[in-house]
């Protein structure tokens, strides 16, 4: 049983614009939530997290918004650049400090 | 680069060998994590290990097992290959456990093929 969901295998966006990718989950226990983005051939990287404390977290480019309520979170990239072209990996901490992936979203951004 | 390392990058052997794959994690960071990438499941917690001592289990097979050294390096060792076992196994370091720290840093992986 998935705990995390990311329902969409591939996104594509072209340069410039909006890239929203979104991610869902079922236990509302969970407190802290994070993304990675992921090249291939790389491990994964870490890139934005936030705490269930608040509903916004923004570095850069990146704005990650939960909706405890929908238990529902997205990151926003804006502007998407050529160089963000990679799997993007939801995950929420775990009660053993773990981390719980989602199966990821391929995003595309076309120049 | 994370400062995470993990050797081989490549691996291929056959059904029913046994092997070893190795992580050294940033310096300074006690915690080390597997997990195991394949197709169709994703990424999956395996085992962590703080300082040296086992902390959690997730998805871990019997045939698996893992520890950590006094330098801090850990090893996951895998026995009795099968050909699902063929995957992308991460380790991830962080500063302290995850219960006070929440980001962790991933290696590169190796990639175990098993024929």
């Known amino acids: 049983d998935q705990q995390v969901k990311q329902n969409s295998p591939s996104l594509s966006v072209q340069e410039g614009r909006i890239s929203i990718l979104n991610c869902d989950y079922t236990?509302?226990?969970?407190?802290?939530f994070l993304w990675y983005k992921k090249y291939p051939a790389e491990g994964p990287t870490f890139l934005i997290s936030?705490?269930?404390?608040?509903d916004k977290n923004e570095d850069g480019r990146f704005t990650v918004f939960l909706n405890k309520s929908a238990k529902h979170l997205s990151l926003h990239i804006v502007p998407s650049q050529p160089g963000d072209s990679a799997v993007y990996f939801c995950?929420?901490?775990?009660?053993?400090?773990?981390?719980?992936f989602g199966k990821g979203t391929k995003l595309s951004v076309k120049p | 680069d994370s400062g995470v390392t993990q050797t081989p990058k490549h691996l291929i052997t056959a059904t029913g060998q046994r092997v070893t794959l190795r992580c050294s994690p940033r310096?300074?960071?006690?915690?080390v994590y597997w997990y195991q990438q394949s197709l169709d499941q994703g990424l999956q917690f395996l085992i962590h290990?703080?300082?040296?001592?086992?902390?959690a289990k997730g998805n871990i097979l019997e045939r698996f097992s893992a520890q950590q050294f006094p330098d801090l390096h850990s090893e996951l060792n895998l026995s009795s290959l099968e050909l699902g076992d063929s995957a992308l196994y991460f380790c991830?370091?962080?500063?302290?456990?995850?219960?006070?720290?929440?980001?962790?840093?991933f290696g590169p992986g190796t990639r175990l093929t098993v024929l």
């Open positions: 995950a929420a901490k775990g009660s053993q400090g773990n981390l719980i």
């Open positions: 290990y703080y300082n040296g001592e086992e902390r």
């Open positions: 310096s300074g960071d006690l915690s």
């Open positions: 236990n509302s226990m969970f407190d802290y």
């Open positions: 991830a370091s962080s500063r302290k456990t995850g219960f006070d720290y929440n980001e962790q840093f």
């Open positions: 936030i705490s269930s404390i608040k």
